[in-house]
Nanobody, 117 residues
Framework: QVQLVESGGGLVQPGGSLRLSCAAS????????MRWYRQAPGKERELVAA???????NYADSVKGRFTISRDNAKNAVYLEMNSLKPEDTAVYYC???????????WGQGTQVTVSS
């Protein structure tokens, strides 16, 4: 039933910025921690950033100071503002939201972010 719909991915030059959005649809629910993951070709999926219900955030060392995760509980949405992008940031980015009621983890379809000159 529930789907996470992502948007905001695309091609950007090194040093540029992108803002990813992920909003839930298909029902009424409440989310606990919301996260962004990414997976580059030939690499394992890694946690990029997480944000709790109380807006406490956590970031991978590789993106600290450059990425900002935020959420809008009223909209059941999570965002990832990416600044000073590097080619190493190129990956498919996935949003994840943990149901506060069932603890089930919902995933977005993934959105491609390509950082290239």
């Amino acid at each position: 039933q529930v789907q996470l719909v992502e948007s905001g991915g695309g091609l950007v030059q090194p040093g540029g910025s992108l803002r990813l959005s992920c909003a839930a649809s298909g029902g009424i629910f409440r989310f606990n921690t919301m996260r962004w993951y990414r997976q580059a070709p030939g690499k394992e999926r890694e946690l990029v950033a997480a944000i709790s219900t109380r807006f406490i955030t956590n970031y991978a060392d590789s993106v600290k100071g450059r990425f900002t995760i935020s959420r809008d509980n009223a909209k059941n949405a999570v965002y990832l503002e990416m600044n000073s992008l590097k080619p190493e940031d190129t990956a498919v980015y996935y949003c994840n939201a943990l149901s506060e009621v069932t603890n089930y983890g919902y995933w977005g379809q993934g959105t491609q972010v390509t950082v290239s000159s």
